[in-house]
Each structure stands twice: as C-alpha cells, then as structure tokens.
C-alpha cells in the first residue's frame, strides 16, 4: 500500500501523558497528531499536571485534558469508560517508568491506568527515562510482559538527558512516535494469506551437559522479521534457538536448541510454507561426542573433535520449488564475495550480507552493519541498518519475489 493511503485522518486516539520531564513534548505531539488528522483527547495523571499545565493540553485539544477519576462530568459520563469506547488507540508518551509498572501489574488507581485496563484497542508506550531507571531490570521485566500481552513499545533513544547525563532513556523522536502510530492504525495486510517460516537465534551444540558450543545471536533480527510480517497479515512460524526474548505475539513458536533440532522443525513445516527467512545463526560445528556426564577437570588437555553440523539453508535450496527463499551471510572477511557464493550454493533469492566483524554492529545490537543482495544483481557496499528497518526492506522485497509477474 503506498504510503499516502497511510493517515491519521479522522482516527480517534487517547493521548495519556505521564510525568516525565519529557511531557513538554507531548504538546508537541499533540499537535503533530491533530495535523494529521487525527482528533486526540488528552489524559494526564497528577504528577504530569505538575509538569505541564492541562489547560495547555484542553486548549490544543480543544477539549478538557481529564486527570481525574472523581471529577464531575457535566454530562455524566464515567470518563474512563468514555475514553475507551472513543479510543482507536491509546499512546502513552511519555511514559514514565512508574506508568509501565502500574499497567504491566495490573493496577488502575488513576485515570490513564483505569484508561489503559478498559481500552479494547492497541495502546503504544513511549518511555521515557533516565538511562539509570531504563536499565532496571523490574523496568525491563515489566516492559517485556508488556510487549507479551501484545502493548506495543516504542524504544527511547540514546542521547543527553536532562538529568546533564548520556545514554538511553531519552523520548524518541516525534516523528518516529507518529510513524509507529500511523503503522499501527493503518495496518498494511501486504502479507495477509502468506505463509511465512522464520528461523531464529542461535543453535546451541552440547559437549557435555553443561557446556556447549554457540554464538552470541539474540534472536532480535528473525523476532523483527516475525513482528514486522505479523502486522502486515502474514502466518508466521518462528523455529527459534534459545533466547531470552519473548516470542512475537501472534506466531506459531517452535523453541529449539541444536541444529539437528533446528532442521527437523524446520523440514516439517517447510512444505507448507510459502517462503522461508532464515536469520538464525546455526552452529556450523558440533563436538563428534555428545558426553552424558560432566567432564571432570582434570588439569590435563582436552581435545574435542569437532564434526560439522547439517546445512539448513542448502538442505531448503535444493527442496525450493516456487519458494521463495531468504538468507543471512555472517561474515568476517570478504563480505560480498561471500555472500554471493552462499546466494549461488543455497539456491537463495535474497541474502542478507551481515559483517560482523564491524564494532556496535551484528549479534546483540540493534542495528546490523549488511548490504541486501537481491538474485542477479551487484552488490551495493554494506552500510548501518536497524533491523526493523531492515525487517521491513526484507519484506518489501518479499512482497515484490511473490508476485507472480515481478519483474
Ligand atoms: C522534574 C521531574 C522529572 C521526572 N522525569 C521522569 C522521567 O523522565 N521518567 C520517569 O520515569 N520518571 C520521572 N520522574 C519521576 C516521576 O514523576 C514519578 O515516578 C511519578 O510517580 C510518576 O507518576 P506517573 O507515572 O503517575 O506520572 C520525574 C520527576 C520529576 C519531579
């Protein structure tokens, strides 16, 4: 769908502002949306009224900000229950660390929480924090069994704070809340009837049964990959390696450990699949002894033969029939030329060139540092992407490899 078909115009969303010291930028938002086209009701808790004034908020609006759950209404409506039969969506930005913990426990003792609990619609958090507070992991906790109940999270950005200090917590940008809020009204449905097989993570390749041989993938990129054709419609099964993320909501999830496991589960939903990413980072090795026992430490030398693991990728290349097939190349030398070679061999309509041996980028991070290789044509030279941007150029290619008449 062209991007122009993708408006806020004549949506309906509940603005709740929490207080950070970032709520002064809610007035720009507000704003923002209104522009749009949207029509935005705002609700504040108390400490945000400190913060901002809600006259600010009502003029803009042009309707009463509401901050309170006892207030009289002139035309005796339980506010919250209003607020949630308007709602299309609710965003909260800022959201303060305070604000996720009431909603992640299930607490609704002001408005905006009792808003939260009763909407029936999407609601997106923007946090915004100190990078100290960002970093707790009751935060983290919190936020991801948020994002397991389907709330949507739009990540603070790094940068300087007002506590004078550097580092994440920081509201991200306006125009990145708008763009996630226009995504999530407008779904695209680009991908709806697609059936879509994801592989994730790393494999982990046990010598004993308490060491193993694996890498330092998180899972991130196949988990965008998986959220991203969700939202566009797709039936996505994710075969993932272990990994501390939650899966993405919506999925058929196929937790795995080894590569052998990795390729059974993958051969049995292959044939029902229409295409099939593959972003887990297998182990290519495994020991050619699994031992049953705990090696004991003996202060002597061990030497483990190691045996390689089977080929997922070329295994899917030569069963590939009108599939279309997408793979990764992580690669510490010879990027390109490496890639094109593993293209040819697996049989593989789009590789993902991922140089990893470029500092910040690759397994852990957000962004990877990678060039996307469509079949038959010259590489362009790697550059930064974040992977759910990434995520998103891959599936727009994916669209483009399924129509029958691409050229
Ligand atoms: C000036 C000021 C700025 C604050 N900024 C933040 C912030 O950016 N993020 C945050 O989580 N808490 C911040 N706090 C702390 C919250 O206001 C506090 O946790 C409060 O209980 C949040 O209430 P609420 O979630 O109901 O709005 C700030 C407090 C003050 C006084």
């Given at each position: ?5 993708r408006?806020?115009k004549?949506?309906r969303?509940v603005?709740?502002?929490s207080g950070?010291?970032a ?9 923002l949306l209104q522009k749009?086209?949207a ?5 504040m ?6 913060l901002?004034?809600?006259?600010t ?9 509401v ?5 009289h209404?002139p035309?005796?409506e339980i506010?919250?229950?209003?607020l949630s039969?308007?709602?299309?969506l609710?965003?909260?930005a800022?959201?303060?660390?305070n604000?996720?913990?009431k ?9 905006l ?10 609601v997106?958090l ?9 970093e707790n992991p009751?935060?983290?906790q919190n ?6 109940h389907?709330?949507?999270?739009i990540?603070?950005e ?9 580092g994440?917590?920081?509201l991200?940008s306006?125009?990145?809340i708008?763009?996630?809020v226009?995504e999530?009204l ?7 009837g697609?059936k879509?097989l994801?592989?994730?993570g790393?494999t982990?390749?046990y ?20 959220e ?5 419609g797709a039936d996505?099964t994710v ?9 993405p909501?919506g999925?058929?999830f196929?937790?795995v450990?080894?590569a052998?496991?990795m ?5 049995e939903?292959f044939e029902?699949?229409d295409c099939?990413i593959?972003?887990a980072a297998?182990s290519?090795f495994k ?6 026992e ?5 202060g ?6 190691l045996?390689p693991?089977?080929?997922i990728l ?5 069963r590939k029939g ?9 690669e510490t ?7 094109l070679?593993k293209m ?10 991922n140089?990893i041996?470029q500092?910040g ?9 990678a060039?996307m290789?469509?079949?038959?044509e010259?590489?362009?030279p790697p ?6 941007e990434?995520?998103k ?5 994916l669209?483009r ?5 691409n050229p």
């Amino acid at each position: 769908m062209p991007t122009e078909e993708r408006t806020l115009k004549d949506k309906r969303i509940v603005l709740g502002v929490s207080g950070s010291i970032a709520a002064y930028k809610a007035v720009e938002l507000l704003r923002l949306l209104q522009k749009g086209g949207a029509k935005v009701r705002v609700v504040m808790t108390k400490s945000a009224t400190r913060l901002v004034s809600p006259l600010t908020f009502s003029t803009l609006s042009r309707y009463p900000a509401v901050y309170s759950m006892f207030s009289h209404s002139p035309k005796f409506e339980i506010e919250h229950i209003s607020l949630s039969d308007f709602a299309e969506l609710v965003l909260v930005a800022p959201a303060t660390a305070n604000i996720i913990g009431k909603i992640a426990s299930g607490i609704a003792d002001d408005l905006l929480t009792t808003t939260v609990m009763s909407v029936n619609c999407p609601v997106v958090l923007a946090p915004a924090m100190h990078s100290q507070m960002w970093e707790n992991p009751i935060v983290q906790q919190n936020l991801s069994k948020l994002r397991e109940h389907g709330f949507h999270i739009i990540e603070p950005e790094e940068g300087e704070l007002a506590s004078g200090g550097v580092g994440k917590g920081r509201l991200a940008s306006l125009e990145k809340i708008l763009d996630y809020v226009t995504e999530v009204l407008n779904p695209l449905l680009s991908l709806r009837g697609v059936k879509l097989l994801v592989t994730a993570g790393p494999t982990r390749e046990y010598i004993d049964p308490v060491r193993f041989i694996s890498n330092p993938s998180t899972g991130l990129m196949g988990f965008t990959i998986a959220e991203e054709a969700l939202k566009r419609g797709a039936d996505v099964t994710v075969v993932s390696g272990p990994t501390h993320l939650a899966p993405p909501k919506g999925c058929k999830f196929i937790k795995v450990s080894s590569a052998e496991e990795m390729l059974s589960a993958v051969l049995e939903h292959f044939e029902d699949a229409d295409c099939v990413i593959a972003a887990a980072a297998v182990s290519d090795f495994k020991p050619e002894v699994r031992v049953g026992e705990k090696i004991k430490k003996t202060g002597k030398e061990l030497a483990i033969r190691l045996l390689p693991t089977p080929d997922i990728l070329e295994e899917l290349g030569k069963r590939k029939g009108g599939k279309v097939l997408v793979g990764f190349a992580a690669e510490t030398e010879n990027l390109l030329e490496n890639a094109l070679k593993k293209m040819e061999k697996k049989n593989l309509d789009l590789i993902i060139a991922n140089l990893i041996s470029q500092e910040g980028y690759g397994f852990g991070s957000e962004e990877l540092f990678a060039s996307m290789i469509r079949r038959g044509e010259s590489p362009l030279p790697p550059k930064p992407f974040p992977k759910r941007e990434l995520a998103k150029l891959i599936l727009a290619e994916l669209e483009r490899l399924l129509k029958k008449d691409n050229p």
